[in-house]
T-cell receptor
């Protein structure tokens, strides 16, 4: 079974600074990877996903992620953070070959300082 | 544009009581899910249903039962609630297939006292 690890529990970034959130996944023949964001008291919203093709994936709200098979990583990046980006971010991987179950990492909380 | 609807939104239970969380989706999705979210633990999969008539255990199934009533509805039942089941519960759905997007309900806040 695949799994996903988010090494950073909490990150604080200054507004306007760049951001990188880390995600590592366990070995799988074809990893299907996702990033979701959750604002306080809200449900989860898909930022972007990767399952084939170009290893640099563009998402909504100016986010991008790069899939690196050699490092088993799928890190999320944003060139310039806005205060509204403060939220919890989850990396997720498809759990089984049938593609029926999605497993989430424990999340990284992003705080944005002015 | 309802998407995934779950009820109730808030519930307080006494230890040992039972209750059912209801979930319905109007996107004609094959797969449905129940997750729980706890501080520092992220979202953990309780049960899922890949298609109507099938259910499978996820990461933390103990203390829960599910029913895939039809293609639209997937309920989660706590037979004898325990304080450890205090959590936020999310229902979700997607079409079967690894790359398909999962859509979440707004969550149900459950407190067991």
């Amino acid at each position: 079974a695949q799994s996903v690890t988010q090494p950073d529990i909490h990150i604080t970034v200054s507004e306007g600074a760049s951001l990188e959130l880390r995600c590592n996944y366990s070995y799988g023949a074809t990893p299907y990877l996702f990033w979701y964001v959750q604002s306080p008291g809200q449900g989860l919203q898909l930022l972007l996903k990767y399952f084939s093709g170009d290893t640099l994936v563009q998402g909504i709200k100016g986010f991008e992620a790069e899939f690196k098979r050699s490092q088993s990583s799928f890190n999320l990046r944003k060139p310039s953070v806005h205060w509204s980006d403060a939220a919890e971010y989850f990396c997720a991987v498809v759990h089984n070959q049938a593609g029926t179950a999605l497993i989430f990492g424990k999340g990284t909380t992003l705080s944005v300082s002015s | 544009n309802a998407g995934v609807t779950q009820t109730p939104k808030f519930q307080v239970l006494k230890t040992g009581q039972s209750m059912t969380l209801q979930c319905a989706q109007d996107m004609n999705h094959n797969s449905m899910y129940w997750y729980r979210q706890d501080p520092g633990m992220g979202l953990r999969l309780i049960y899922y249903s890949a298609s109507e008539g099938t259910t499978d255990k996820g990461e933390v199934p103990n203390g829960y039962n599910v029913s895939r009533l039809n293609k639209r509805e997937f309920s989660l039942r706590l037979e004898s609630a325990a304080p450890s089941q205090t959590s936020v519960y999310f229902c979700a759905s997607r079409n079967t297939g690894p790359g398909n997007t999962i859509y979440f309900g707004e969550g149900s806040w459950l407190t067991v006292v």
